[in-house]
């Protein structure tokens, strides 16, 4: 019987501890955004049991949604003042322009890569000045890029983990004013900031 790792999902406090530990082992302990989202009106799609990248309590409004509802009944234990909702990336129950930034920080990979569009036009809904998007890329290479996927499959059970060209071809017609890759396994993490397009 093979294990499936999203089954972490169900136990927020082990998922945090794990989240805490990738991240300092790919750089990412002093990563932050909040300069993008002080002041603004913040969605956080997949948001988990803990926000490492920003501070919620630092937004002008804040709310969050994941499909998980253990992960949603810890968000709003630890940020009470935010809305924190059971609810898809792929229907979001907001209106159009609601939020001035919507983050999706290791949320896609974890979603079926058909639903990437439907997911990214939501997105592009409710978003009105940028997307920031912190996620996994493979690299490009047979053997490095083969490495990472196994890592991936046994460790963290995602279902798209795209190349640098298929992030591109995926966020074609978007503006990204700004893309940066970290990580320690093979430059593993990317990040985009995405502007969207004018509907």
Not at 97 to 120: G, M, R, S, Y
Not at 188 to 199: A, D, H, K, L
């Given at each position: ?11 927020p ?43 919620p ?7 969050a ?7 949603v ?11 924190c ?10 209106e ?36 920031l ?16 996927q ?37 430059g ?12």
């Open positions: 019987m093979r294990l499936n790792p999203e089954a972490i999902f169900h136990f406090s082990l998922y945090e501890h794990k989240n805490k530990m990738l991240s300092l082992l790919n750089g990412l302990g002093r990563f932050r955004v909040n300069d993008r989202t002080r002041g603004k009106r913040v969605l956080d799609i997949g948001c988990g049991p803990v926000q490492l990248y920003y501070d309590g630092q937004t002008r409004q804040h709310a949604v994941d499909n998980s509802p253990e992960m009944e810890v968000c709003k234990r630890r940020y009470p003042s935010s809305r909702l059971v609810a898809s990336a792929e229907a979001l129950p907001f159009d322009k609601a939020f001035d930034i919507v983050t999706l920080f290791f949320v896609l990979h974890h979603i079926d890569f058909k639903k990437w569009a439907a997911v990214l036009a939501e997105t592009q809904r409710v978003s009105k000045e940028k997307i998007v912190l996620d996994h890329i493979r690299h490009d290479g047979w053997l490095r890029g083969n490495l990472q196994n890592y991936w499959n046994l460790f963290d059970g995602g279902k798209a983990y795209l190349r640098k060209k298929e992030w591109a071809s995926t966020l074609k017609g978007f503006r990204v004013p700004q893309f940066q890759r970290k990580g320690v396994f093979f593993n993490v990317c990040y985009f900031e995405i502007e969207p397009r004018e509907c």
